[in-house]
């Protein structure tokens, strides 16, 4: 039998994801969105129904509103949300979109409760903590998508910056989705060649400022709306890991209790993802100064956290 992928949120994000799904075949996909919108989700899953001869996967795919039909997920992807605008923080956010997890915590618990959860909604550290605290899920079982997309970030600006294979770039981003998330430079290498040892610090600095900025960057450009291509990708790359025992190490957002000195918070850091979901939290010495750069931003997370109020 195949796996079951559920999507909650069909927007931007949800329809990449359904695509990326279906074309790496990790199983039969729902699409679930409000019940406005139920038709545009059958819409879109009608739509890669009909680009499979051509996209050459098979797969069930489908549209709902309704948390019966997701019933025995696997995984289940949670961009429902609304997205940034331009001129707004992820924290702007906090009111709308706590009110949406509390809805989506409540239906993934009665419907999917063995499932891996991959959180996407912003602002992204405070929604993954409020639904785990909401399901009561394992936290093997409840991971959030930031670190993925802000080391993808940080890779691509890096081999941009440098003229090289983005393949060969290979590094980690630490702390919270926001503009004092914590680029490793030190750890960052160039095919084994150490990026320190082949960059300068303007331009490393440059690249860091850029990559705490991406985000921003990317909802100027559009005005309306934040990134989605990238985001889809980052989370279905954690979903993989997940349901082919890949055991990939990728910096997810993972409940720390005691690790890196933090307790009860969910903190970018490296994360061991397979079968069993997030297996086991990497610890790396920091240096001071990394220390004191991690220390702020979970500083900030906390507060975003108290904010939820649970
Ligand atoms: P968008 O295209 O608006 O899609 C969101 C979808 O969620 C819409 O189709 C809504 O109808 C749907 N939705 C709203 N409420 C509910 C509900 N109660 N139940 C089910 N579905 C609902 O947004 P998007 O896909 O561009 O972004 C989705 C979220 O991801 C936003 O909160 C973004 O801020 C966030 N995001 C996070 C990252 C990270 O790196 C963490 C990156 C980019 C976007």
Redesign the pocket.
């Known amino acids: 039998m195949r796996k079951k992928i559920a999507l ?7 329809q990449i994801l359904a695509m990326l799904a279906a074309q790496k075949e990790l199983g039969d996909i729902v699409i ?3 019940p406005e ?1 139920e038709n545009p989700a059958k819409g879109k899953a009608l739509d890669l129904m009909e680009m499979a001869p051509h996209g050459n996967y098979d797969a069930t795919i489908t549209g709902t509103s309704d948390y019966k039909d997701i019933a025995g997920a696997d995984v289940v992807i949670i ?6 605008q331009a001129g707004m923080t ?1 924290e702007d ?1 906090m009111a709308v ?1 706590l009110g ?1 997890i509390k ?2 915590a409540e239906g993934v618990k009665q419907n999917a409760p063995k499932a891996l959860c991959i959180i ?3 602002p ?1 550290d405070a929604m993954v903590y409020a639904f785990w605290k909401l399901t009561g899920f394992p936290k093997h079982q409840v991971i959030g ?2 670190g993925t ?1 802000d080391t993808a970030r940080w890779r691509a600006f890096v081999a941009m910056e440098l003229g090289v294979s983005v393949s060969d770039v290979a590094g980690t981003v630490l702390g919270g ?1 926001g503009p004092d998330m914590v680029p490793l430079p030190r750890l960052t290498t160039v095919g084994g060649v150490p990026l320190t040892e082949i960059a300068t610090k303007e331009q490393i600095d440059k690249l860091a400022t850029r990559t705490r900025e991406a ?1 921003t960057e990317i909802v100027k450009l559009f005005g309306k ?4 291509f990238s ?1 889809a990708w980052s989370a279905i790359i954690i979903a993989e890991s997940y349901l082919k025992d890949k055991r990939r190490v990728l910096p997810c957002a993972a409940l720390c209790e005691g690790e890196y000195g933090v307790n009860g918070l969910f903190i970018g850091v490296p994360c061991l993802v397979g079968a069993k979901g997030m297996e086991k939290i990497f610890e790396i010495k920091l240096t001071d100064e990394e220390k004191a750069m991690l220390q702020k931003t979970v500083g900030v997370v906390q507060k975003t956290v108290e904010e939820t109020k649970l």
């Not at 909650?8 to 949800?14: K, P, R, V, Y």
């Not at 961009?79 to 940034?84: D, H, L, S, V």
């Open positions: 909650i949120g069909g927007g931007q994000i949800g679930l969105d409000i919108l961009t429902a949300g609304k997205p940034r992820r956010l979109n949406i809805q989506v996407v909604t912003n992204l998508m930031a997309l989705h985000g709306g934040s990134a989605f985001p």
